[in-house]
């Protein structure tokens, strides 16, 4: 009985291991092929698709950063998405010190009205945004894109860092007051430092969002030289489409930095997250 329990359980591990390996291949798969084929040229690309180039054509992606325009579309991304996550940052932290540590009669319903943010799509109110950009002139304003993508991820923002901050110990609260430090040394002093971890989770979650955001810039940024990565990339895939080996190398640009973000911090990512979940 001893040795068919042992059998079934290796046998399980070995299926689990498989699977396992397979999803790898799965998600890799792509990633390397773009890779590769951003080093070669169209003939190549179909001849031979997973093998190494036979010639690296950096100039794919010299094409892709100068005359596709891809490196004045990263710098704008760069702007928008460290611009949003800077506020973000000094925004979300003040309101999740207050709900988390001050008791007054509207607490409870400011919570429950950030929380409400969460729950309400982004698709559902782009035709009152849209009329309120156009109404105010905002269109082709990098501020107004800012302030779009803050505005979307505030509620995310606050509701983890509002549970991370209530899992604080008071008594720290407590000996800086007696040490004679007011609110706003409290702030800055004691909870920011304890709340890193969270915080880290929040803008690396707000940065990819306002990265990869595709819509807002689709829909209020007419200007070529005010355009994201994103869409960027979405114009070179219309203009240059049958240019694969540029095409491909404008991908990698488009997705090294998120990769290399996430692939530093995911542990932050998700001890943050943990420590969240169970401090909330």
């Not at 998600?27 to 003939?43: E, W």
């Not at 035709?127 to 156009?134: E, L």
């Not at 989770?201 to 994201?228: E, H, M, Q, R, Y």
Request: proline fraction near 4%; glycine fraction near 8%.
């Amino acid at each position: 009985m001893k040795k068919t329990k042992k059998s079934n359980s290796s046998m399980k591990k070995v299926g689990v291991y498989i699977f396992l390996i397979m999803m790898v291949l799965v998600f890799i798969g792509p990633m390397v092929f773009t890779l590769l084929s951003s080093l070669k040229g169209n003939v190549e690309i179909f001849d031979n698709p997973f093998g190494l180039p036979k010639e690296f054509l950096i100039s794919n992606y010299i094409t892709a950063w100068k005359e596709a325009n891809m490196g004045t579309y990263f710098l704008n991304s760069i702007l928008i998405s460290g611009a949003t996550v800077g506020i973000l940052v000094f925004v979300s932290t003040m309101a999740a010190y207050v709900l988390a540590r001050f008791k007054f009669r509207l607490n409870k319903f400011l919570g429950i009205f950030f929380l409400l943010g969460m729950m309400i799509p982004m698709h559902t109110i782009l035709v009152p945004v849209a009329y309120i950009i156009g109404a105010f002139n905002l269109k082709n304003n990098i501020f107004a894109l800012i302030l779009l993508y803050v505005a979307f991820s505030l509620p995310f923002s606050i509701f983890v860092l509002t549970s991370f901050m209530k899992g604080i110990n008071a008594s720290l609260e407590e000996a800086a007051i007696i040490d004679g430090a007011g609110y706003f040394q409290i702030y800055s002093k004691v909870m920011l430092p304890l709340t890193v971890p969270a915080i880290s989770t929040v803008s690396i979650f707000n940065f990819l969002g306002a990265w990869n955001n595709v819509l807002f810039p689709l829909l209020f940024i007419n200007d070529n030289k005010l355009k994201p990565i994103s869409l960027g990339l979405l114009n070179f895939n219309g203009e240059r489409g049958s240019e694969y080996g540029p095409l491909m190398a404008a991908i990698i640009i488009t997705v090294c930095v998120p990769f290399i973000i996430y692939l530093l911090f995911q542990e932050k990512v998700e001890s943050g997250l943990a420590a969240g979940a169970i401090k909330g």
